[in-house]
């Protein structure tokens, strides 16, 4: 399904049903023998979306290792890849929040549970920015599971491609005062000069002391192009199971700045750490690479997460 200036989703189809499949793998790793990560409601938003074969992964009615062959791509792997990703976006908020910060922006924030299950300090403020049919799902499905922010969430139904700085001011975020920045598993979904726009417009919504989280793939083009073809693999693999969802043709090629840099041009101080290095830092093993992709170390290499202070 090729992209368009102003598609849009919801939660099973497209990108919207990539926010779900992250889902289920936040729902696998919780389940894992050594968990990194404990996030009891990837499993019933899961469930509640309605998609079956991600439903009976979740579940466990499934067994991952079962539905594809692909390494850290598959499903198998996507437990060890979820519980490495999201434990990293989870230390960063609650650092930021031991820093003092007191506003927190997840930005495409899908069926991120952070505003209810993290310990966010009193006062903390929590803005979560996405398409309108996500934040009206999402929303609607953690009151039927009877959840409760731990923080003062404040939903903001915005496309980014749209102008959400003014919504996000609308909603309470005050400029003036540090914020922590999630933009988890985003940037490949937006055009080379839209990965800019967003990130110039962080920094412009940046009081010095905000932090960011975000991921940078090196050599973006080539390496984009790989990972969409190793889902496309992937994804063929699951049809055999019922999957019946088109997700090929959801991310943007073409040369885009490299993101540590671009942040440190424009008065942020940056780390990169890439998944191998977080991986062992965490004390797990990355998912071994399938023989018939000699360019998969290579793929999972180029992935980096970052941190970045505003000065």
């Known amino acids: 399904m090729a992209r368009s200036d102003d598609d849009t989703w919801d939660l099973g189809n497209g990108v919207g049903a990539t926010a779900t499949g992250v889902a289920v793998g936040r729902a696998l790793a919780t389940r894992a023998p050594q968990p990194l990560i404990n996030d009891p409601f990837a499993e019933p938003l899961v469930r509640a979306v309605g998609v079956e074969f991600f439903t009976r992964l979740a579940s466990g009615e499934l067994d991952p290792a079962a539905v594809d062959d692909n390494g850290d791509f598959g499903m198998l792997g996507m437990a060890d890849m979820m519980g490495l990703r999201t434990r990293f976006f989870d230390d960063f908020f609650v650092t930021a929040a031991a820093a003092g910060i007191r506003q927190a922006v997840i930005l495409a924030s899908g069926l991120d549970a952070r505003a209810y299950r993290l310990p966010w300090p009193a006062g903390t403020t929590v803005f979560e920015i996405d398409q309108s049919q996500v934040i009206a799902f999402k929303t609607a499905a953690m009151a039927e599971l009877g959840a409760e922010p731990t923080a003062d969430r404040r939903a903001v139904a ?28 985003l940037l490949p979904f937006l055009p080379p000069d839209a990965q800019d726009r967003l990130l110039d417009n962080i920094t412009a919504l ?106």
């Open 158 to 185: 915005v496309d980014l491609r749209h102008d959400w700085p003014a919504a996000l001011r609308a909603a309470g975020l005050d400029p003036a005062e540090p914020t922590a920045w999630s933009a988890e598993g």
């Open 206 to 311: 940046s009081a010095p002391g905000s932090q960011l989280a975000t991921e940078n793939v090196q050599g973006a083009d080539d390496a984009i192009t790989a990972m969409a073809e190793r889902i496309r693999q992937v994804t063929e693999q699951w049809r055999e199971h019922g999957f019946d969802i088109e997700m090929t043709d959801l991310w943007y090629g073409g040369d885009r700045n490299d993101v540590a840099d671009y942040l440190g041009s424009h008065g942020w101080t940056t780390t990169a750490t890439t998944a191998p290095e977080l991986a062992a830092n965490y004390g797990v093993s990355l998912p071994p690479r399938p023989a018939a992709n000699p360019d998969a170390q290579a793929t999972l290499t180029s992935l980096q997460y970052v941190t970045a202070t505003r000065a």
